[in-house]
């Protein structure tokens, strides 16, 4: 992929680092307030899938490395592989920043 590819593929990954932990929230809080889940099960839901964008973010980079030692051909530039550890260390801040609160607040929900 083109560095100009690459750069959308970041805006994604970062909008899903930031919007799926709140999808995944919502989810989680909705489904134990109308009983349909337990909280263990709400808040293990949760943890899996906020943690989702990042474990995709990793498969895909490691990937087009295989790829790229198969083939030859450079899939990866030099500048995005440097950046590896600062968009993982990213997603996996973000995912535990808000698994500790968002926890809180699922384990605090009533049933109706």
């Known amino acids: 992929m083109g560095r100009f590819l690459w750069q959308f593929a970041y805006l994604g990954f970062l909008a899903a680092f930031l919007a799926v932990p709140v999808a995944a929230f919502l989810k989680a809080q909705r489904g134990v307030r109308l009983g349909r889940m337990s909280k263990l099960k709400a808040v293990l839901l949760y943890a899996l899938g906020s943690l989702a964008p990042t474990v995709l973010y990793v498969a895909l980079f490691f990937?087009?490395?295989?790829?790229?030692?198969?083939?030859?051909?450079?899939?990866?530039?030099?500048?995005?592989?440097?950046?590896?550890?600062?968009?993982?260390g990213?997603?996996?801040?973000?995912w535990l920043l808000?698994?500790?609160?968002?926890?809180?607040?699922?384990?605090r929900a009533r049933a109706r």
């Open 63 to 88: 990937s087009l490395v295989g790829i790229e030692e198969l083939t030859g051909a450079a899939l990866i530039p030099e500048e995005i592989g440097r950046s590896f550890l600062i968009v993982v």
């Open 98 to 107: 808000a698994l500790v609160p968002c926890a809180v607040l699922i384990v």
């Open 90 to 94: 990213l997603g996996l801040a973000v």
